[in-house]
């Protein structure tokens, strides 16, 4: 993020839908937040997210009869771009493969006032300089300590290592350190995960006009693009032991050669790094250098799970629920919230988050939560939410009818209408078989 560029309210957006008087609409709402550039259709989008980095980009999931968007996602989101879905999907799975995608925000069409005025208000708050105290923002003593020396060093060039489980929040620490830092550059964030073998050089170290087939310009590569910056790799341990190599020198000395060219470069950036995995184990196993070890790991931060900080998880919520609406969480939701594994970590929080938004509900309560996070939670033994609304709904009689008549019908399915079958599996006898099946064609009757 340019904080110069924050600093003086101007936004670059970028808006990619295939209905134009929807993409003009949209659009329309934007202008007066900073410039737009509107795109119709995937190729287009593709093509200029390779070229450009703005600072929004606004997408639908289908473009041209197709749900490519989830693609256009991806790409933003392994360019470190504020990426937010508008869409008329409103179902469960494709919020949440889009936020696991690298989607910041998810709205549903329809209300497109009130998008604007969230997300802008989001944005705004999220990349603003965190002061002490919010960096600061947990109430675990060993991660607080941690946190602490880390922000003592914010404004040094040592480099930084932060390690923990996927979705921990380790990307959302990195650029917390770099808005600390104060330094005049870019955040730069490099998906090492992402990057085939055959594009590393490319990619990272750039290259010259005509160096390969398909260089038809000049392209300076993410280590020349995060100069007077932070450089984050992510995912440092996905990345094969020769990438590893090419990357001792340039860390070392921050001069590197692009390929096809024989004209040294230099960029002078502070390096992060994250890992999921332990990169000592890793040098053990043959897997990880040593050297590059040792040249990333000047300070080595571990971030920890939700699940091992269950007091941050309230705060953390609340801290992502930044839009204008105001949200009350009753005891008993917030109790439930702080029991969740939370396997996902702040990753399956965001997507939590954006359900709660996406409920429209101000208040929440634990069933809007078990709702959510648990939609087919058991309650008691064996009832479900909708067999305890079923049950309200008819009373216990009519309930117990209703239960009696789908079990037999159930078992003689399984048995092929096999009444001797069926009346030996429910423990019942032929009598009352026949008593029931009298009974249901009765009611048929005075129907």
């Known amino acids: 993020m340019n904080k110069e560029k924050y600093l003086n309210g101007k936004i670059k957006f970028c808006v990619v839908e295939d209905d134009p008087a929807f993409r003009d609409l949209f659009s329309s709402l934007l202008e007066e ?17 390779k070229r450009n980095r703005p600072d929004m980009l606004f997408v639908d999931l289908d473009l041209q009869g197709k749900k490519n968007g ?13 990426c937010v879905v508008v869409s008329s999907y409103d179902d469960e799975e494709t919020i949440n493969d889009c936020i696991n995608l690298g989607a910041r925000d998810y709205y549903v069409k329809g209300d497109e006032v009130r998008v604007v005025s969230d997300i802008i208000s989001k944005y705004k708050k999220t990349y603003k300089k965190p002061s002490d105290s ?11 300590q941690s946190l602490e020396f880390l922000l003592s060093n914010a404004q040094s060039h040592y480099p930084i290592l932060l390690s923990g489980p996927t979705g921990a929040g380790k990307t959302f620490f990195a650029k917390q350190i770099h808005m600390k830092s104060e330094l005049k550059g870019k955040f730069v964030a490099v998906n090492c995960s992402s990057i085939p073998k055959e594009l590393f050089e490319s990619e990272m170290f750039g290259y010259e006009k005509g160096a390969f087939s398909g260089a038809e310009k000049k392209y300076e ?9 932070t450089l984050y790799l992510d995912e440092i341990d996905s990345m094969p032991i020769n990438q590893q190599a090419k990357l001792l020198k340039v860390i070392e000395d921050k001069e590197f050669y692009p390929v ?14 994250s890992s999921q995995r332990d990169l000592r184990q890793m040098m053990i196993e043959g897997t990880f250098r040593e050297d590059l070890y040792y040249r ?31 949200y009350q969480i009753t005891a008993e939701a917030a109790a439930l919230i702080k029991e969740h594994k939370w396997p996902g970590n702040l990753r399956e929080l965001q997507i939590f988050a954006t359900n709660l938004e996406l409920s429209k509900e101000s208040k ?16 008691g033994d064996f009832f479900t ?36 079958q069926t009346t030996n599996k429910l423990k019942i006898s032929p009598a009352t078989y026949y008593r029931w099946k009298s009974e249901e064609k009765n009611m048929k009757d005075e129907l």
């Open 33 to 49: 937040h900073g410039d737009v550039v509107q795109i119709g259709h995937y190729d287009g989008a593709i093509t200029y997210l």
């Open 70 to 82: 989830p693609r256009i996602v991806e790409v933003a989101s392994q360019n470190d771009i504020h």
């Open 134 to 144: 919010e960096f600061l923002n947990t109430h675990h003593p060993l991660l607080k």
């Open 221 to 229: 590569g993410k280590i020349l693009d995060a100069h007077e910056g």
């Open 260 to 273: 096809g060219s024989n004209k040294i470069q230099r960029s002078n950036f502070r390096l992060v790094c």
């Open 296 to 326: 990333i790991s000047f300070i080595d931060i571990r971030i920890l799970p939700l699940n091992e900080r269950k007091d941050d998880i309230i705060p953390l919520l609340k801290n992502m629920l930044k839009g204008p609406r105001r």
């Open 364 to 379: 929440i309560t634990d069933r809007l939560v078990r709702k959510i996070l648990i939609p087919n939670e058991e309650l």
């Open 385 to 420: 939410e909708d067999q305890k609304k079923k049950l309200i709904s008819l009373g216990l009689n009519g309930f117990l009818e209703l239960m009696k008549k789908e079990a037999i019908e159930l078992i003689l399915r399984d048995t092929k209408n096999n009444v001797s």
